[in-house]
């Protein structure tokens, strides 16, 4: 079955700094990979995702890319803000929503 | 508010003992996931079931059961409860087989 291991799994960085979480996965028949923050007391949210199509997708600040050769792919978030402060999680799958796995996350903490 | 509801947001109980968890998926969606979060392992898939079927299966123990009702909300059932199954419980539903999962708050169990 699909393996990802996420890194790191925690991230202390200064406001207004950039942020980046990595994972890799193991399955290369795996072309669907959503990134989910989820913010403390709360279920998690799909913040923006990917397909094997694409190697990179924007969404202001918040950018993922794709390897598909090295099967791993990255969340970048600029500019952050306190309101970044949560755990984020990434996840792969063959069938979108059915049969994800997710990586342990990633609890990011924004200083001021 | 993702529009899943979960109850009870707390549980506290005994070893050997039997729970239920309860799950509303948001209206319209047809499936609806298990996840089991416990500090060290991050989101694991227990179980999905789709239109009252069950659909896959996770790493779901024995103990541990789940079925969907004709209306669509779910109840996950733990039984002869060991204090390793203390975790944050989540549901998920989607609106299909491919697509966003969207997470209630979680069910936050203690097994003392």
């Known amino acids: 079955g699909e393996n990802v291991e996420q890194h790191p799994s925690t991230l202390s960085v200064q406001e207004g700094d950039s942020a980046v979480i990595k994972c890799t996965y193991s399955?290369?028949?795996?072309?669907?990979f959503p990134w989910y923050k989820q913010e403390l007391g709360k279920g998690s949210q799909l913040i923006i995702d990917?397909?094997?199509?694409?190697g990179e997708k924007k969404d202001q600040r918040i950018a993922v890319t794709l390897n598909k050769t090295a099967k791993h792919f990255s969340l970048h978030i600029t500019e952050t803000q306190p309101e970044d402060s949560a755990v984020y999680f990434c996840?792969?799958?063959?069938?979108?929503?059915?049969?994800?796995?997710f990586g342990k996350g990633t609890h990011l903490i924004i200083q001021p | 508010d993702s529009g899943v509801t979960q109850t009870p947001k707390h549980l506290i109980t005994a070893t050997g003992q039997r729970v239920t968890l309860r799950c509303s998926p948001r209206?319209?969606?047809?499936?609806v996931y298990w996840y089991q979060q416990s500090l060290d392992q991050g989101l694991q898939f227990l179980i999905q079931?789709?239109?009252?079927?069950?659909?896959a299966k996770g790493n779901i123990l024995e103990r541990f059961s789940a079925q969907q009702f004709p209306d669509l909300h779910s109840e996950l059932n733990l039984s002869s409860l060991e204090l390793g199954d203390s975790a944050l419980y989540f549901c998920?539903?989607?609106?299909?087989?491919?697509?966003?999962?969207?997470f209630g708050e979680g069910s936050r169990l203690t097994v003392l």
């Open positions: 996840a792969a799958s063959q069938r979108g929503a059915d049969g994800l796995t």
């Open positions: 079931y789709y239109n009252g079927e069950e659909r």
């Open positions: 209206s319209g969606d047809l499936s």
């Open positions: 990917i397909r094997s199509n694409v």
């Open positions: 399955d290369s028949a795996s072309n669907y």
């Open positions: 998920a539903s989607s609106p299909l087989e491919s697509g966003e999962l969207f």
